[in-house]
């Protein structure tokens, strides 16, 4: 059975092929990708009007790679899968329209999938696919949960976010830095270079007896400490000789790289602790030794490095996607369409009515 994949909830347009023989594992034969970012970087967010239609103008054109790519023509197509939510309604309009279409003239059934289930389910894309049940991290830039999986379409969640979610947290903290949206990776990136403990930042929830996260305190928190260090600067560039204040000028009232990279490090480190003693917490009450991590936060290297440590010595496996199917894709709505036609929990149908859910609760 071959299942198309498309996804289009948010700023990245994705279109992917896999391939389900039997029982056996799904094989992903081919899948391409837009990713919207430079469209929307001069607006420093998702404009939701430009990304739907930017989602019209790329589809098509993806999905005629993807075939190609996969040698394999669109008659060859048993299921067409597609984002239903949650996300942007108009750029999910995009995703579900194209789907339907494809299937009422292909006659072939169509699968709407829930979006996080899609990041929850692609590290069984991976070399080291994991096995039921197991505590799931998601963390992107909409989502930050921890839930039981103890099987395809079984999902309890355990904790969430009750404000902003890990993504967030980054993407807003990196723009009070001065980085272009989305500033997460590139945070991530000048963290490298940075002291995590240079600067004290709350862990917002951290004792907390619950499994919930909360993050915008902590924005508030990176805020005040950039005015802080800012203030500190113009004060220091003022008190100088008349002679340097031409060169010392560049930096008044602005971030010296030391701070930018100190203030990266440490907001990082800040709302990596959080994720990774809640994530421990979960994994000890349920009595779970394996730990899945998706969604894009979990291409963060430094959360990476210390959920290893961590689950290393309590002997617990980790497990990821593949770094490129951390962020959005179509491989992920493929597969987790592939995994629940295989576990019989989803039927596709043809019926082409199509209906988006931009809100979605996954249980
Ligand atoms: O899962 P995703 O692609 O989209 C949503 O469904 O939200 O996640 C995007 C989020 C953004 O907030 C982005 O800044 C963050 O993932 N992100 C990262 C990294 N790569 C992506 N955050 C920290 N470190 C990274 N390396
Ligand atoms: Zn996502």
Redesign the pocket.
């Known amino acids: 059975m071959l299942i198309l994949g498309i996804e289009s ?2 700023d ?1 347009t994705g279109v992917a092929l896999v391939e389900v023989l039997g029982d056996a594992p799904p094989v992903l034969l081919a899948d391409e990708l837009h990713s919207q970012i430079k469209m929307h970087q001069p607006f420093g967010g998702v404009v939701p009007e430009l990304a739907s239609r930017d989602h019209i103008r790329r589809v098509l054109p993806l999905l005629q790679a993807t075939l190609d790519k996969a040698c394999r023509t669109l008659s060859d197509v048993d299921v067409v899968a597609f984002t239903q939510g949650p996300g942007l309604a108009g750029a999910l309009l995009v995703g579900a329209g194209a789907a339907c279409a494809l299937g009422a003239a292909l006659e072939v059934p169509v699968l709407g999938v829930h ?1 996080l289930e899609g ?1 929850l389910l692609s590290p069984f894309l991976s070399a080291d696919p994991p096995q039921f049940p197991f505590i799931a991290l998601l963390v ?4 930050t949960q921890l839930m039981q999986v103890d099987a395809v379409g079984s999902y309890k969640i355990l904790g969430e976010t009750i404000d902003d ?4 947290a ?2 807003k903290s990196a723009k009070l830095l001065g980085l272009d949206y ?4 590139l ?2 990136k000048l963290a490298e270079h940075g002291d995590p403990a240079a600067y004290k930042l709350p862990r917002p929830l951290l004792h907390s007896k619950n499994l919930d996260f909360s993050f915008a305190g902590l924005k508030t928190a990176v805020l005040t400490q950039v005015k802080k260090v800012k203030e500190a600067n113009a004060i220091e560039v003022n008190a100088v000789d008349s002679r340097l204040r031409g060169n010392d000028q560049e930096i008044e009232g602005r971030l010296t790289e030391t701070q930018i990279v100190n203030l990266a490090a440490s907001t990082q480190a800040a709302i990596v602790e959080c994720l990774v003693k809640k994530s421990l917490t979960a994994l000890a009450s349920s009595g779970l030794r394996r730990l899945v991590v998706a ?3 979990g ?3 430094h ?1 990476r490095e210390s959920l290893n440590a961590e689950c290393a010595k309590r002997g617990i496996r980790v497990h990821y996607p593949e770094l490129r199917l ?3 894709n179509g491989a992920m709505i493929a597969l987790a369409a592939a995994l629940r036609i295989q576990a019989g929990v989803a039927v596709p149908a043809k019926d082409y009515s199509f209906a988006v859910k931009p809100r979605w609760d996954l249980s």
Do not use: K, R
């Open positions: 909830s948010c990245e979006h990041h992107s830039g909409g989502h979610a890990a993504g967030e980054f993407d989305p500033g997460g990776p945070l991530a969604g894009g936060v291409a963060n290297q959360l951390c962020t959005d």
